[in-house]
């Protein structure tokens, strides 16, 4: 069994930049997929991004795309997210994921199989 756990959530403001971090345990890190999702108050959870087992490929929600970026490393078993140029709509509690099985493409459609308890981002305007 694949253990998750977030850290980097906390409070910024509109325009500010966070950085998350997930550190992988229990299995092989670099067999999975690893990404990203969120969900704000009072909505249902979506996609924001995932990054592909060999680190070859990732995938953004378009209301993310050129703002955020995935990334991971390895040799620490850890995947990251960069936030830059939040907005109060990226306001979520943010959950990483992994799935060995699941392509990567269809994280937008299919939710994977682990998951993280998430991390808060605030961001006030």
């Known amino acids: 069994q694949v253990q998750l756990v977030e850290s980097g959530g906390g409070l910024v403001q509109a325009g500010g930049s966070l950085k998350l971090s997930c550190v992988v345990s229990?299995?092989?890190?670099?067999?999975?997929?690893m990404g990203w999702f969120r969900q704000a108050p009072g909505k249902e959870r979506e996609f924001v991004t995932v990054?592909?087992?060999?680190?070859?490929?990732?995938y953004y929600a378009d209301s993310v795309k050129g703002r955020f970026t995935i990334s991971r490393d390895s040799a620490e078993n850890e995947v990251y997210l960069q936030m830059n140029k939040l907005l109060p709509e990226d306001t979520a509690v943010y959950y990483c994921?992994?799935?060995?099985?699941?392509?990567?493409?269809?994280?937008?459609?299919?939710?994977?199989?682990?998951w993280g308890k998430g991390t808060l981002v605030t961001v006030s305007s």
């Open positions: 994921a992994a799935d060995d099985l699941l392509e990567a493409s269809m994280w937008p459609e299919i939710a994977p199989a682990h």
């Open positions: 229990g299995r092989t890190f670099t067999s999975y997929n």
């Open positions: 990054i592909k087992w060999d680190g070859d490929s990732t």
